[in-house]
């Protein structure tokens, strides 16, 4: 028997998949509708998935080696990812066994509902770790970085363009403000130019 977070090349078994779906029809209440649920975006995300069953009653979604497995608990249906740590979660779905340095998990409690989008990406990322290594993943985590990066450099561009127009104009209205000022006399001013002081007439001797 191989323990948790072993790779494993397993062939599908037609019985794990009958036990899966044998305990979740036993679980009968939110968790057995949660794992369901939960199953069916698994399986969606490759058809290459295949299902298991291992250590003594534990759903096992493998791909090129273990993606997951699916754990029913009283409070809570636990998804783990056996290399979760490595994984790209942008959407933070991880929410257990964080302290971990290889498995992260999923905790779903009643009435709770997950991304399915996000978790979709998950699985796909957990598949290209198992076939491709940390290589491939990163580069799909990173695949939007550079279009991302170009458009907010090209609107930094735009709004340091759009303040050096609004300061040259206040330096321009400014200088205006000045040069008329300096060039147009005050009427007070104009007016003593104009009027010029009448002289006093000389004494007569």
């Known amino acids: 028997?191989?323990?948790p977070g072993t790779t494993s090349s397993a062939s599908e078994d037609p019985?794990?998949?009958a036990r899966i779906s044998q305990r979740i029809a036993e679980l009968g209440d939110w968790r057995g509708e949660t794992l369901a649920r939960m199953r069916q975006l698994i399986t969606a995300a490759d058809p290459a998935i295949i299902e298991t069953w291992k250590w003594m009653g534990t759903p096992v979604w493998e791909c090129d080696g273990i993606i997951c497995t699916g754990e029913s608990y009283k409070q809570v249906i636990k998804l783990t990812?056996?290399?979760g740590a490595s994984l790209p979660d942008p959407a933070r779905l991880f929410n257990s066994s964080l302290e971990g340095n290889a498995r992260r998990?999923?905790?779903i409690r009643e009435?709770?509902?997950l991304d399915a989008e996000a978790f979709t990406a998950l699985v796909r990322a957990a598949i290209a770790l198992n076939r491709g290594g940390a290589t491939q993943v990163a580069r799909r985590a990173t695949a939007g970085r550079p279009a991302k990066a170009a458009k907010a450099a090209k609107a930094a561009k735009a709004a340091k363009a759009a303040k050096a127009a609004r300061v040259a104009k206040v330096a321009n209205t400014a200088k205006t403000a000045k040069t008329a000022k300096?060039?147009?006399p005050t009427k007070a001013a104009a007016s003593r130019k104009r009027t010029k002081p009448t002289p006093k007439?000389?004494?007569k001797r």
């Open 201 to 203: 007439p000389r004494p």
């Open 182 to 184: 300096t060039a147009t």
């Open 1 to 3: 028997m191989s323990r």
């Open 81 to 83: 990812f056996h290399k």
């Open 111 to 113: 009435g709770e509902a």
């Open 15 to 17: 019985s794990a998949s």
């Open 105 to 107: 998990a999923i905790d």
